[in-house]
């Protein structure tokens, strides 16, 4: 199971802050969570940060990146401001 933690708006769609998942990959897993969460897609479609034990999977294999049980996946939501 990888532990999945997600941020500002993500947190009302999910209804909390931490959950768990088994998937192999990034892309794996953003599939299970948009099946269960749909508005979770709409929110991401702008853009996120995703990190795998703290490091942005920009920099790792992106939607690609393997996952093992323990490691720790952050998602960040775009955020606005001014």
């Known amino acids: 199971m990888v532990k999945v933690r ?7 769609i999910v209804g909390k ?3 768990e998942v088994q998937a192999e990959t990034v892309g794996e897993l953003l599939e299970k969570l948009y099946n269960e969460y749909p508005k979770m897609k709409k929110e991401l479609e702008k853009g996120a940060v995703i990190l795998v034990n703290g490091k ?3 920099h790792l294999e992106k939607l690609n990146t ?3 049980d323990g490691d720790v996946v ?3 939501p775009p955020v606005g401001g001014g």
């Open 6 to 12: 997600v941020f500002a708006t993500l947190r009302g």
């Open 56 to 58: 942005n999977i920009e």
């Open 17 to 19: 802050s931490e959950l």
């Open 66 to 68: 393997k996952l093992k």
């Open 74 to 76: 952050s998602i960040f």
